[in-house]
């Protein structure tokens, strides 16, 4: 066998002997695995599940073994995730540390920063939050007002974020905050890091339409942040900034890729049933279906093709919004078809039947998706200027 074949065996054995039986299937928002100093796991399985992944590098698999990753070759990462879509596997650990925070450290954090935060990010013992959006900065980020006061050895942080996910569960937070009011708003601007539970940091969670509260307000009152803490260089805080919104954007548009969880074609049957030939009993629904998995195949290969490409170093800056643009428009179409393929029981709110209105919820936080991380609009917009270059765009 050639070394690619016998990686593959050898990870098929892996899975089939360390994957537990609770996190083959998917499932809803709450089930999913985020770690941190106080995690919680919807059952033991799941707490294994991200301890086992972890410990082998595998949760951030082509990241530098010295780091805690997998040191994996680009072709033995997709090798990894084929077997994992193989058996249904569903994510060993959600985290902003490794979609957003983890590229910006290999590219621009020192080498302490890197040993100090990197391990702990790919074994799921930190959890972080995005520090960006403001009350008045949002698409526009660089006129963003949260002030960092130098006072010698440290900086004094006050200000206000929002649209902070999951800033009430975080442990740390990556923020940009304004270290020269008197440059140019696009200059001026530090990338650095703090622990949330330092003294003068809150949160308040902002209810979406879904119920739930995954965003939070994020305040900070005199809040202490030791400048070894800085990452890349001061005042050039928008350069590791950009550089992370485009993973930020690429995580994002990955929703749209299915991951685990069961086909939705037997969700429909499962609810509408199945005509003399065992096939979906509408025909219109079946089409929309077999479309969206369709597109989602080629969105899969595409997010593969780009990945080569940024390894290669050939990727265009502004790839990364196509893929956001591409992939929230997916993952909205496939909750749109979940709900049509569950009937009226897609629509029940708390009971228990309905894992308390997970298909409901779910359903209305994809609407997020065009908003955050950039709203559709800025995306086509980029898309429009930067990629098909269109005259006046």
Known sequence: ????????????????????????????????????????????????????????????PEWP???????????????????????????????????????ALLKFGTEEQKQRFLPEIVRGEIRWCQGYSEPGAGSDLAGLQTRAEDKGDHWIV?????????????????????TDPEAPKHLGISFVLFDMATPGVSTKPITLISGKSPFC???????????????????????????????????IGAMGEVRGGRPLGQVAVDSIGADEDGRLD?????????????????????????????????????????????????????????????GS???????????????ARDWLRTKANSIEGGTSEIQLNIIAKHLLQLPGA
């Not at 058996?87 to 957003?100: E, H, R």
């Not at 006050?158 to 304004?178: E, H």
């Open 217 to 251: 307000e994020t305040f900070f009152d005199d809040v202490r942040v030791e400048k070894e803490n800085l990452v890349g260089t001061l005042n050039r805080g928008w350069d590791v900034a950009k550089y992370l919104l485009a993973h930020e954007r690429t995580m």
């Open 282 to 342: 509408d025909a219109m629904l079946r089409a929309r279906i077999a479309e969206l998995e369709v597109d989602g195949a080629a969105f899969r290969l595409a997010l593969e093709r780009v990945g080569d490409q940024v390894k290669a170093g050939q990727a265009h800056p502004a790839i990364a919004s196509m893929l956001k643009y591409y992939g929230s428009e997916l993952n909205k179409r496939r909750h749109e078809l979940l709900m049509a393929a569950g």
């Open 1 to 60: 066998m050639t070394d690619l074949e016998t990686f593959r065996a050898e990870t098929r054995a892996w899975l089939e002997a360390n994957c537990p039986a609770e996190v083959r299937g998917g499932g809803h928002d709450e089930d999913a695995i985020w770690g941190g100093r106080n995690p919680s796991f919807k059952t033991p399985g799941h707490k294994l599940w991200m301890e086992r992944m972890g410990a082998k590098g595998w949760t951030a």
């Open 158 to 178: 006050n200000g206000q974020k929002v649209w902070t996910s999951y800033a009430d569960k975080a442990d740390w937070i990556f923020c940009l905050v304004r």
């Open 345 to 359: 029981d897609a629509l029940e709110w708390e009971s228990e039947r309905s894992n308390h209105g997970g298909a």
């Open 65 to 103: 073994s010295e780091y805690g990753g997998g040191g994996l070759s680009r072709e033995q990462a997709k090798v990894l995730a084929s077997e994992l879509r193989r058996i249904g596997a569903q994510p060993a650990l959600n985290s902003f540390g490794i979609w957003m925070l983890g590229p």
